[in-house]
């Protein structure tokens, strides 16, 4: 069965700062790997995505994410973080193949300082 | 740039009455997914639809659930005789295969 964690439940870092946010995952063979957003009261929005080919994906609003098959982990980093991007973070795997279901992380909430 | 949309954005419901979410996918798309998020938890998958018929489902998509595509556009969810616990933000999302799309959400209060 697939899984996701996100050790990391909150984090905050000041406007400016770069930022990178954990996730490990489980699954038997190379999966299909996302981050999306949720801002208060918003649905979920994709970030970026990994199928396969260059492990640095680069996604939207500046973010980034590599892939690191011997880590097991698809972790999120953006080098100069903006007030606006304070949001709910998941990770989420899905099987390779068409249409499998996503498993979500448990998210982090990142707060941003000014 | 299209979107997948949902109705109602929010839904009071009693204990024990029936309730149909609503959701218009990407009009392109062909599977559609239901997902269900309760307060403080993560995103948790109920059903993928494909071809009019369900692809797969999870534990908690039991026979209080049924989803069903009656047009060309709307894609909905119907849970029959609602339950305390089903209270959360229930989303649909829509794919060509590959990335799903999520929609607002629609927030479930079960009294």
């Known amino acids: 069965a697939q899984s996701v964690t996100q050790p990391d439940i909150h984090i905050t870092v000041s406007e400016g700062a770069s930022l990178e946010l954990r996730c490990n995952y489980s699954?038997?063979?190379?999966?299909?790997l996302f981050w999306y957003v949720q801002s208060p009261g918003q649905g979920l929005q994709l970030l970026l995505k990994?199928?396969?080919?260059?492990?640095l994906v680069q996604g939207i609003k500046g973010f980034e994410a590599e892939f690191k098959r011997s880590q097991s982990s698809f972790n999120l980093r953006k080098p100069s973080v903006h007030w606006s991007d304070a949001a709910e973070y998941f990770c989420a795997v899905g099987a390779t193949g068409t249409a499998s279901k996503l498993t979500f992380g448990t998210g982090t909430r990142l707060q941003v300082t000014l | 740039e299209p979107e997948v949309t949902q109705t109602p954005s929010h839904q009071v419901t009693q204990m024990g009455q029936e309730v149909i979410l609503r959701c218009v996918p990407i009009?392109?798309?062909?599977?559609f997914y239901w997902y269900r998020q309760i307060l403080g938890q993560k995103v948790e998958f109920l059903v993928s639809?494909?071809?009019?018929?369900?692809?797969?489902k999870s534990e908690i998509f039991d026979d209080q659930f049924s989803v069903e595509r009656p047009d060309g556009s709307n894609f909905t969810l119907k849970i029959r005789s609602t339950k305390l616990e089903d209270s959360a933000m229930y989303f649909c999302?829509?794919?060509?295969?590959?990335?799903?799309?999520f929609g607002p959400g629609t927030r479930l209060t079960v009294t």
């Open positions: 999302a829509s794919s060509t295969g590959f990335e799903q799309y």
């Open positions: 639809f494909y071809n009019n018929e369900i692809s797969e």
């Open positions: 009009s392109n798309h062909l599977y």
């Open positions: 699954y038997g063979a190379t999966p299909y």
């Open positions: 990994y199928f396969s080919g260059d492990t």
